[in-house]
């Protein structure tokens, strides 16, 4: 994912982008990673300014530390992946919504480090007492559970991140093993549920342990604690009940500005199932994440690349094993911000892209990267997927079928680059406009903007 810069723009995005009044959410429609960090940046940028119309608060309501978004102030580079990225600017309340699985040692480390850079979180960041906590079990079974699906089929599960993010969900869905941020502000009351909770955890991942080959320490709920303990200490005066603070700020007329983690294909319900992740990535987690009503949200800014990504497992059906592919993860710096990992690369796929800008009900598309594809000779889009002898215009829910579609491309004339001086729509090269308009068609939605450059300047506005 590309770093952002906060020094201020000349332009006031908000207007820029065509915003109607109400609050705005930017999701991704890919597979993630599309640059949804820069569009939240110059969203919540706006605000340094006195401008009337700007945001007061950035709020996340899904996923956890397997997001990743950078923010660079001068030279320093912060690695964002629970903070929403708002938290750079004193002027804005950064909200972890209840939809949320916190890793308190991921929060506080993010903490430790922007206050060592004297930047401070003090009255800007709030932490929901309803959101889920990400213990260290979760992450063992996390990896536990990719190596026993590895042994059995040979083949990597669902190439999770490993920040324990399914199993913290699946606890929240059982209830029983679950432990809640608001737990973690009664000592003796999250003794005695860690108690429980690491007696049926040990029961449960010791045989999956030996099914994996490795060795198994059991969990001690006096160590857990000890190690809690500290972390607690630093969140407390952060944590609060969101969904009122938000309700609150919406009587005083209060903009709010909803940050995505992760994209719309990966969304538990209408992603890739089951190669997702495990919460509502796309605008419709908004609502249950952050308890605010849909009808409050007027803009949803979809984002996507001029190119699809993808990292971890599961179907992809425009992706390129070849010479083209290999430019563009170079190009693109197409390595994962959590894991590292090289990211999977390929055409852009229309079929997709027309389902997700429907499921998340985009009132705007933000095109990131066109710049990378500068100076290819040519452009392919997939418009439609071909599927045992049938023409498949709809986007299949069924991974197997998805894994066996041939996409049927359109191919369009490439462009000359360099493209990131361009800010103007018209200053773009004829064939890169007429590329952003078939997206445009593909989407069924208005292109807002185009990003020509990891800057914020970098960006066309239409
Ligand atoms: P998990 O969220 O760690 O359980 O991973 C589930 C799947 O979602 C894996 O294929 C991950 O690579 C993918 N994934 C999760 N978060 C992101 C993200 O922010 N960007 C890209 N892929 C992600």
Redesign the pocket.
Known sequence: MPSTNVSSSAIQPIRALGLKPGHCAVVGLQ???EGKGKVVDMLAGASDSDAAEKFDFVVRYN?GA???HSVQVGEQRYALHLIPSGILNPNLVNVVGNGVVIDPQQLVKEIRELREHKLTVADNLRISDRSHVVLAYHKLQ?ALLEQAIAKLHGRAA??????G??PCYADKALRCTAIRVADLLNERHLLSRLTDITQIKNAQLRPLADLCGEAFEPFDPRKLLDELKPLIEVMRPHICDTAALLHGAQSDGRRLLFEG???TL?DIDHGTYP????SNCSSLGVHTGAGVAGHYVSNVIGVVKAYQT?????PMPTELKDDIGNRIREKGREY????G?PRRCGWLDGVALRYTAAVSGVTGIAITLLDVLADLPQLKVAVAYQHQGKKLTNFPADADVLSAVEPIYETLPGFKGPIDHCRRFHELPAEARAYVQRLEQLAQAPVVMVSVGPRRDQSVFR
Do not use: E, H, P
């Open positions: 597979w993630g990673d996923g397997n997001a990743g996390d669902i190439g999770t991140t490993g920040r993010i399914g983690a992760n994209a990966l190669f997702v992740t495990s993808r990292v971890g497992g599961g994962g911000t959590t894991t990992r």
